[in-house]
């Protein structure tokens, strides 16, 4: 295969993976972007986190929440449980690594926060102790993964959200969830502020 024909295979991929987020998800993520919204208006805020390459995402949505994503409006309440360095080394070091934000959650989260969840591999112990740590405090959760996930989506609620992306390719999957998180935060802001002026 030639560079060029490398390139096209890329971003034909992508196209096609985007295309199937469209025709299978687009309810979901409304359903999702309405969780939030509902949390929100009752002063309850998001929690987002994920691992490895995931931790962009997480705090990419936290980011947008706090700061803006395409106009300006006021802050929204959301913090990142993987901007902590001190933090999560403090209690992989004198507890355990598995509880890295399940220790965090319960320290932060409350009844009807929502957690906003992003895992494109195989799920860790850590984020099965968070989804657990979640559930006990009555909290919503919002699982972004693929189709190379599955022991997350088990542990899920009648009432959380998985948005499982058509994709066994951590890459694609990547990409997947950026994009679904900028759905979500044009969602968030239509409902909260009102249609955009083009």
Partial sequence: MSLQENINHQITESIQTQQLILSELAELIEFAAQQIVNALLADKKILSCGNGASVANAQHFASIMVNRYER????????????????????????????????????????????LLYSAEESSLNLVRLINAAHDKKMTVILLDGENESSLSALLHEFDVCLCVPSQSVVRIHEAHLLITHCLCDLIDTQLFGSQML
Avoid: C, W
């Fill in 72 to 115: 300006e409006r006021p802050s929204l309440p959301a913090i990142s449980l993987v901007n902590d360095v001190q933090m999560i080394t403090a209690i992989a070091s004198t507890q355990h690594y598995d509880d890295i934000f399940a220790k965090q959650l319960r320290a932060l989260g409350q009844a009807s926060d929502v957690l």
